[in-house]
């Protein structure tokens, strides 16, 4: 006998679980369907002894209140907290050499004055006084006070006085952020440095990242208090956190449950049939997978215009991983974060030009056992799919080409820690198949690769009646925030206007 329920999410990533959360909070019967056996999409853990990490390594927002971050907004919704533990500085290995950057605007021109002097300091300067305005415009139009499909002006002139002294400064919210860095900034190291913080948050660098996405990310980054946060226990306590909340409102969770496709009667969704056959009826499907994933998922005939456009979709590069779990005996001073580039001239976004190193039990240190540390580094949305496509999983051919291609993780481990190799008891080379395996993505993708320059992310509603998406496929874009953001207005459009907004009031939004 088939299940019914109000509303089935595809996905227990981080935007399907905000979004599930909100909808279980506003009084719908929500289930959240897995086909992993974890639930959080990129931003899972696994490990006992030790605890690794799956995807985002750099958090902010999550520690104090208010925040901006819609992440930390929907976990108060919840009644949910994190423990975290906040820090501020991190690590990176540039051409230029082996920095430790802080993260507020002074320790950054610090940085800036021993390496390039009084001018490039003032040049940097100006460049924020400019972000200023622009940051406090997007922060003055919170992503949950959206709506999807709503006309922009029409919620603009909702929120009343609090956004006329921003009028002037939101044009710039729009488009990418690259041009505003072209007119203010000349320097080549601040100029390298936008471009590098670009790419991590969208996987494009700056001519394609959105400028509203960039100004906000500087405006928490610079202020005076300015921190990262490593919530204790890692990317697992966050998505354990969105499920408790989810569930304390009723909503449910099913692991290991893989959807086969979507049922439709006529033009509208009604629900999905599951690999193993079980079919479940909803009023609304809210699809958590990515756009490529989607449209796989939906029968042939339905929503073709939509369908041929969405298919062409550009994606991101995927990525490299590298895991370890290793002894820490005499190893007092490693920064969590460690950010390499190996030329700024080849591009930030050209192949195994840039990694990221993060270990959390430097922060942590029930990550991982007694006198070891845990580590996770990746090549962020820079390994070509091209590579490996067609190639055998455990084949020689796959693994030579494995130890090839990661060898840039040694190299650069091994700047930081000379018998690395030596002090490894556990080690884990993961590739664009382990990427695409793990984590359901098309071709181990980041997400899709469309440029601010060429207009906002799709929304989240579809030409399909009852079903929405959410996640990195669909507005506001890719990144921890966004996703959540997503999850928040598929939310909204369900349940309603009278149920946004008692919740805008309830956080002070």
């Known amino acids: 006998m088939a299940d019914q329920t109000d509303v089935i999410v595809i996905g227990s990533g981080i935007g399907g679980l905000c979004c599930g959360g909100l909808l279980a909070r506003g009084g719908r019967e929500v289930v959240v369907l897995e086909a992993h056996s974890k639930p959080g999409g990129a931003a899972h853990g696994f490990g006992k002894t030790y605890h690794f990490e799956s995807g985002p390594s750099l958090w902010s927002g999550l520690g104090r209140w208010p925040s901006s971050n819609p992440l930390a907004q929907i976990l108060r919704a919840l009644g949910q907290s994190l423990e975290v533990v906040s820090y501020r500085d991190w690590d990176v290995i540039f051409p230029e050499g082996h920095l430790q950057i802080g993260v507020g605007n002074d320790a950054f021109s610090a940085v800036v004055q021993n390496l390039r002097g009084p001018e490039a300091v003032a040049e940097w300067q100006q460049f924020m006084t400019v972000l200023q305005p622009i940051a406090a415009a997007a922060n003055a139009l919170p992503l949950l006070a959206l709506r999807p499909g709503a006309d922009v002006m029409a919620q603009v002139l909702q929120r009343g006085g609090q956004l006329l002294p921003h009028m002037a400064a939101m044009r710039h919210l729009g488009g990418a952020f690259g041009p505003l860095v072209d007119r203010h900034l000349?320097?080549?190291?601040?100029?390298?440095?936008?471009?590098?913080?670009?790419?991590?948050?969208?996987?494009?660098?700056?001519?394609?990242?959105?400028?509203?996405?960039?100004?906000?990310?500087?405006?928490?980054?610079?202020?005076?208090?300015?921190?990262?946060?490593?919530?204790?226990?890692?990317?697992?306590?966050?998505?354990?956190?969105?499920?408790?909340?989810?569930?304390?409102?009723?909503?449910?969770?099913?692991?290991?449950?893989?959807?086969?496709?979507?049922?439709?009667?006529?033009?509208?969704?009604?629900?999905?049939?599951?690999?193993?056959?079980?079919?479940?009826?909803?009023?609304?499907?809210?699809?958590?997978?990515?756009?490529?994933?989607?449209?796989?998922?939906?029968?042939?005939?339905?929503?073709?215009?939509?369908?041929?456009?969405?298919?062409?979709?550009?994606?991101?590069?995927?990525?490299?991983?590298?895991?370890?779990?290793?002894?820490?005996?005499?190893?007092?001073?490693?920064?969590?974060?460690?950010?390499?580039?190996?030329?700024?001239?080849?591009?930030?976004?050209?192949?195994?030009?840039?990694?990221?190193?993060?270990?959390?039990?430097?922060?942590?240190?029930?990550?991982?056992?007694?006198?070891?540390?845990?580590?996770?580094?990746?090549?962020?949305?820079?390994?070509?799919?091209?590579?490996?496509?067609?190639?055998?999983?455990d084949s020689p051919a796959y693994l030579k080409q494995r130890e090839e291609r990661c060898s840039v993780f040694w190299r650069v481990l091994e700047q930081m820690i000379p018998d690395i190799r030596e002090r490894c008891d556990v080690v884990m080379e993961g590739t664009p198949l382990t990427h695409r395996r793990f984590l359901n993505v098309h071709n181990g993708s980041y997400g899709p690769a469309l440029p601010a320059s060429d207009g906002l992310f799709p929304g989240v509603t579809t030409p399909v009646k009852g079903l929405w998406m959410c996640g990195s496929s669909t507005f506001p874009g890719i990144g921890i925030p966004p996703v959540a953001a997503s999850g928040a207005l598929v939310a909204h459009d369900i349940l309603g206007r009278r149920a946004q907004k008692d919740l805008l009031h309830e956080l002070g939004i």
């Not at 439709?264 to 009604?270: E, Q």
């Open 186 to 393: 000349k320097d080549p190291f601040l100029r390298n440095w936008v471009d590098l913080l670009c790419f991590l948050i969208s996987g494009l660098p700056m001519d394609g990242t959105n400028a509203a996405a960039m100004a906000t990310l500087f405006g928490e980054w610079f202020e005076p208090d300015a921190c990262l946060d490593f919530p204790k226990g890692g990317s697992k306590a966050v998505v354990a956190a969105l499920v408790r909340g989810m569930e304390a409102n009723g909503g449910e969770l099913r692991l290991r449950s893989r959807v086969r496709e979507l049922l439709m009667d006529g033009d509208r969704a009604t629900g999905v049939v599951l690999e193993n056959g079980e079919q479940i009826h909803a009023r609304h499907v809210v699809s958590n997978a990515d756009i490529w994933s989607t449209l796989e998922l939906m029968p042939e005939g339905h929503a073709q215009r939509w369908r041929r456009k969405r298919e062409s979709t550009p994606a991101c590069r995927s990525f490299l991983h590298l895991h370890l779990g290793f002894d820490a005996k005499g190893l007092d001073d490693l920064p969590i974060h460690t950010v390499w580039v190996g030329d700024w001239e080849r591009g930030i976004n050209a192949e195994r030009n840039a990694a990221v190193i993060s270990i959390p039990s430097v922060l942590d240190p029930a990550m991982a056992p007694p006198g070891r540390h845990v580590l996770h580094a990746y090549t962020p949305a820079n390994e070509p799919w091209e590579l490996w496509e067609g190639l055998e999983r």
